[in-house]
């Protein structure tokens, strides 16, 4: 996919202390979202991206990145990162015990040098996510955005489906956001997290594998159960019609109406950055 620039006319650089800024960031790519918060509406899209295969390449790149953003330069009102890894535990709030992250974490992943461990509260799914970030690039954001929590990928995928749900407590939905290689998974009942998990994949039958084993493990039914695709997955994806042949409610996933988006972001799908544009005030 190729980098993508969508500014909206109304957008202004001098009223930024009024603005708050999204980021995401991923071994895909940097992207950024502008919401004007007294409009309710996203003003800026902005993507660069990487092919990388490591997290400890991941500085080099974001720093060449907001170094030929003009719009890092600016002061914003708040500013939230989203950062996607493989590597991270969720832990019920009940057993969670203070100063005990690194062992988590490493009670399930390996453990390597150079790499902070952080964590977020999951206010809605009663839990914390305990994940990696490499240390350089941990300390040069923390450097550029002082007041600015990291929070993991999953973050507003969980909290925003469960926050939608409250009126739906019937209602059983496996929500699928692709990267290039991986994709997450987040399987909720009503307002109850049931799964959250992380799936390479080469293919789309390795795809195919993965969603419907849980579909058997879970005992959720093809034919209710609603299958909900995001991320940068072409709409004319192979997968898309094998998993309507399997499953009966598949559809992409649509933007959060609570807000309102730029003219200038039609030129892509709507499920593209769900996660992106929707982690503001998720919780």
């Known amino acids: 996919m190729r980098d993508i620039c969508f500014i909206d006319k109304t957008f202004d650089s ?6 708050h800024l999204s980021i995401q960031i991923s071994l895909d790519g940097f992207y950024f979202a502008i919401l004007d918060i007294s409009k309710g509406k996203y ?3 902005n993507g660069h991206h990487f092919f990388l295969k490591r997290p400890r ?3 080099k790149h974001v720093r060449e990145v907001m170094d030929s953003e003009v719009v890092f330069s ?3 009102k708040s500013v939230e990162i989203l950062y996607a890894t493989r590597k991270f ?3 019920p709030q009940a057993f969670y015990t203070r100063g005990s992250l690194d062992k988590f974490l490493w009670f399930n992943n390996i453990q390597e040098k150079n790499y902070y461990v952080i964590k977020n509260l999951f206010p809605k799914a009663g839990c914390q996510c305990i994940f990696d970030i490499p240390q350089n690039l941990k300390e040069f954001l923390a450097e550029k955005f002082p007041r600015c929590e990291i929070k993991h990928s999953l973050f507003p995928l969980v909290e925003s489906v469960l926050k939608r749900n409250l009126s739906f407590p019937q209602r059983v939905q496996v929500h699928l956001n692709f990267f290039r290689d991986c994709f997450e998974i987040v399987i909720v009942s009503g307002t109850k997290l049931l799964c959250c998990n992380f799936f390479n994949y080469k293919t789309e039958r390795d795809i195919m594998y993965h969603v419907l084993f849980m579909f058997d493990q879970l005992k959720l039914s093809q034919e209710s159960a609603e299958l909900i695709l995001h991320g940068q997955i072409p709409q004319v994806a192979p997968v898309y019609h094998l998993f309507k042949r399997y499953i009966k409610q598949t559809a992409f996933a649509r933007l959060d109406t609570t807000f309102q988006y730029s003219y200038t972001f039609s030129q892509l799908p709507e499920h593209y950055f769900t996660s ?4 503001y005030k998720c919780e």
């Open 57 to 59: 390449l991941l500085l």
């Open 74 to 76: 600016y002061n914003f």
């Open 43 to 45: 003003v800026v899209l």
């Open 89 to 91: 535990t969720l832990v």
């Open 14 to 19: 001098t009223q930024t202390q009024s603005y």
């Open 276 to 279: 992106l544009l929707s982690v």
